[in-house]
């Protein structure tokens, strides 16, 4: 069965600086990965997602995810971080019949 | 477009009671996907209706039941309400199974007291 692993339960950064956040997934077959941003008390905005294709993938608001497969990784990413981008990100992957698992996710705070 | 529409957004119950969630879909999607998220388990999958019928299934209890109408809205139901039932219920709608693509409403909110 398919599983994802966030490894970081809290980011801080300064903003204007870059961020990364990890994602690591187990999955048999290649998987359906995406991202999704959650802020509080609202559903789920899909940031970005990779299906087969160009393993560096450009999503909204100025993300970016690279797949890799040897790693089994998808990791986020965004060269300047915005106040606005302080929410809970979770990567997710999926095996194409919409039964998504989740990671447990990443709160991202922004220090001014 | 509009949206997926999760109707209530908040919902107060008591132990032993049962409630029932909405979830309108995008128009023009037929597919339903519902998840529970907790703060100590996270976003769980709980089934995905297509087509008024159930395809997949998570691992909840059998307390925990679907269905879609023709019109592919969905409705959740859980019986026998418990404590740890409280949650953010999300609904999610894609355009057919094996879309790429899930659109999550604002979610229902339960309190079980």
């Known amino acids: 069965a398919q599983s994802v692993t966030q490894p970081d339960i809290h980011i801080t950064v300064s903003e204007g600086a870059s961020l990364e956040l990890r994602c690591n997934y187990s999955?048999?077959?290649?998987?359906?990965l995406f991202w999704y941003v959650q802020s509080p008390g609202q559903g789920l905005q899909l940031l970005l997602k990779y299906f087969s294709g160009d393993t560096l993938v450009q999503g909204i608001k100025g993300f970016e995810a690279e797949f890799k497969r040897s790693q089994s990784s998808f990791n986020l990413r965004k060269p300047s971080v915005h106040w606005s981008d302080a929410a809970e990100y979770f990567c997710a992957v999926g095996d194409g019949n919409n039964d998504m698992r989740f990671g447990a996710g990443t709160r991202l705070t922004v220090k001014p | 477009k509009a949206g997926v529409t999760q109707t209530p957004r908040y919902l107060i119950k008591t132990r032993g009671q049962q409630v029932t969630l909405s979830c309108s879909p995008i128009s023009g999607h037929r597919s339903v996907s519902w998840y529970q998220q907790t703060p100590g388990q996270g976003l769980q999958f709980l089934f995905e209706?297509?087509?008024?019928?159930?395809?997949n299934k998570g691992n909840f209890p059998g307390r925990f039941s679907g269905r879609q109408f023709s019109n592919s809205r969905s409705e959740m139901n859980v019986s026998t309400l418990e404590l740890g039932d409280s949650a953010l219920y999300l609904c999610?709608?894609?355009?057919?199974?094996?879309?790429?693509?899930?659109?999550f409403g604002q979610g229902t909110r339960l309190t079980v007291v």
């Open positions: 209706y297509f087509s008024e019928t159930q395809r």
């Open positions: 999610a709608s894609s355009l057919e199974r094996g879309a790429t693509e899930a659109f």
């Open positions: 999955y048999g077959a290649t998987p359906y």
